[in-house]
């Protein structure tokens, strides 16, 4: 179905439907101050400004955020209070999005069980999405590369994808397995754009937990390691961030469980503690107008951050972040923090993403696609 508004029109829409629950849909909001009619009715009048019964753009949206399950049940019965055509089409579009997520589960859980044979394996990422899911499966282990590269050619008929520059300096892995439409993921030994960082894993490791997750029980991160991994892939890597980063920070904010004394040692250690605090004062900020506050911060973190929401934009799909000046110095703290940690070889590592950033920048502008690089 053709959409009839753009992302910038849909994101407030999809934002209060995710992050303005009054926990009952399984949103991160479980804590929200405004009261839930008043979010139908805002979300009655958005969908009422609709030029057409058509929602392309919000699912698309919502496919991008991976908030699909979190944000159109609540969509769904509001359109059918309203007797709206389209809410079949939704109804519709969430069993298939459903089936795909049991159909990766169903996958995930052989996957796991194969790779504990050669080392300890955690699901990251993409079950911090739930009850949501990922567009790709990814994995962090300790085990050798060979044996898993052999474990899943043998056990699964996978083929390696082809591995940019950046996949071999991180130390990962991309497999296709026949019958899953999704990417597995394996990052070997190494977390990090360049695989700079490697102590960190060890806390990953010691703290994992085995967590239920629909019929399915996963070894997942603790909440501090889960919030490393995020900060590292949103503020060091992609540098923009997703409605389901927001929602999953949030939730486990609400939590209680993040241990704040601990998370600033183990960050601090990796040179990460300016973006790690930055990016939970971005998340506190963007929530605040669809739940009534702002998330439940303790000063070390509110302190040390260096911006907030303020500084983030949406523009193509997601909510950016700056690169310049921002990104820039989180960058140079962690380079040298590793460096003043002897870790020279993970130094060298990261020494090598501006140059790779720029290759990957410029293969983008001459070919579309920075695939073979970055």
């Known amino acids: 179905m053709d959409g009839v508004k753009d992302s910038t029109a849909c994101l407030p829409l999809l934002s209060r439907l995710v992050l303005g629950s009054d926990g009952n849909n399984g949103s991160a909001s479980s804590v929200s101050r405004i009261p839930s009619d008043v979010h139908d009715t805002e979300i009655r009048k958005a969908i009422s400004d609709y030029q057409s019964p058509e929602f392309g753009d919000l699912w698309v949206l919502a496919t991008s955020h991976h908030v699909i399950l979190r944000g159109f049940p609540h969509l769904h019965r509001i359109m059918l209070e309203q007797g709206n055509t389209t809410a079949d089409w939704v109804e519709r579009a969430l069993e298939r999005e459903k089936a795909r997520i049991d159909n990766a589960l169903s996958f995930l859980g052989p996957i796991c069980h194969a790779l504990k044979d050669a080392g300890d394996v955690i699901v990251i990422k993409s079950l911090d999405h739930w009850p949501d899911f990922g567009s790709d499966i990814d994995l962090y282990t300790n085990a050798e590369s060979s044996r898993v590269v052999a474990i ?32 597995v993921e394996i990052h070997v030994g190494r977390l990090g754009q360049t695989g700079e960082q490697v102590s960190i894993t060890e806390s990953l490791v010691k703290r994992a937990r085995s967590a239920p997750f629909g019929a399915h029980e996963f070894c997942v991160p603790a909440p501090e390691d889960r919030l490393m991994i995020s900060t590292l892939q949103r503020m060091y890597r992609h540098f923009y961030l997703r409605l389901c980063d927001i929602a999953d920070t949030a939730r486990l904010v609400d939590s209680g469980e ?19 605090a930055t990016y939970l004062v971005t998340v506190s900020g963007y929530v605040k107008p669809y739940r009534g506050s702002e998330l439940d911060l303790p000063r070390l973190v509110t302190d ?15 909510l950016r972040i700056p690169i310049f000046p921002h990104a820039a110095r989180f960058y140079a703290a962690e380079w040298r923090r590793l460096l003043m940690n002897g870790e020279l070889q993970n130094t060298m590592r990261l020494s090598l993403l501006p140059g790779l950033a720029a290759a990957a920048a410029l293969e983008l502008k001459l070919t579309g696609s920075d695939k073979g690089i970055w």
């Open 152 to 183: 899943m050619r043998e056990g699964f008929h996978a083929r390696l994808a082809e591995r940019s520059w950046g996949d071999r300096l991180a130390s990962k892995w991309n497999f296709i397995i026949p019958g899953l439409p999704e990417l």
């Open 258 to 276: 993040i241990d704040y004394v601990y998370l600033r040692e183990l960050a601090g250690s990796a040179g990460l503690w300016d973006g790690m």
């Open 304 to 318: 040390a951050a260096r911006f907030g929401n303020e500084e983030v934009r949406f523009r193509r799909k997601f």
